[in-house]
């Protein structure tokens, strides 16, 4: 994408990043009504709070790693672990307490999470903080973790599309 990026080269995937971010997050509680009226097993949004909870621990660590904080660009660095765990905790909770028939292996879901989470954690800490203030802004770790958390989510969720019924057939 870039090459050898500078300073200021597309700026605007500065704001995209965090603004997928919070697609993510939207995304995430809707799984828990997903669960309720599509009956999606409970392990998939589970092991999505379970990621986001791993992956405020993986931003407070870059943020402890990187240090210097003086660029605004650094701001979606505290943002988004808050996020996460008021996020993550309330998916968590609402998972575990919802009566679902169809729960799950939720340990399995939440190992998941723990996965995907530290695959996150090791690709932004390897990036680094002079990486972070360069094109594409962090918008690669958000990326990762979309994909992540989308990939997460469906693994456990389970879901289950129904065919047409042919002429003649019962279901």
């Given at each position: 994408?870039?090459?050898?990026?500078?300073?200021?080269?597309?700026?605007?995937l500065a704001t995209l990043g965090p603004l997928l971010y919070l697609v993510i997050l939207c995304a995430g509680m809707a799984s828990l009504v997903a669960v309720a009226i599509f009956r999606w097993k409970?392990?998939?949004?589970?092991?999505?709070?379970?990621f986001l909870l791993g992956l405020a621990a993986a931003f407070v660590l870059a943020i402890a790693r990187f240090g210097n904080f003086s660029d605004?660009?650094?701001?979606p660095l505290f943002?988004?672990?808050?996020?996460?765990?008021?996020a993550g905790t309330v998916i968590v909770v609402a998972s575990l307490a919802m009566q679902s028939q169809r729960r799950g292996r939720l340990l399995s879901g939440a190992v998941?999470?723990?996965?995907?989470?530290?695959?996150?954690?090791?690709?932004?800490?390897?990036r680094g903080a002079v990486d972070w203030?360069?094109?594409?802004?962090?918008?690669d770790v958000y990326g990762l973790i979309a994909v992540s958390a989308v990939t997460v989510l469906l693994l456990g969720a389970d879901?289950?599309?129904l065919s047409p019924l042919r002429p003649g057939e019962d279901r």
């Open positions: 994408m870039h090459p050898r990026p500078g300073v200021n080269e597309s700026i605007e409970v392990e998939g949004p589970l092991g999505l709070g379970v605004d660009r650094f701001l943002l988004t672990p808050v996020l996460a765990v008021a998941r999470g723990a996965v995907a989470a530290g695959v996150v954690a090791v690709w932004l800490l390897a203030l360069r094109a594409p802004y962090g918008f879901i289950r599309v």
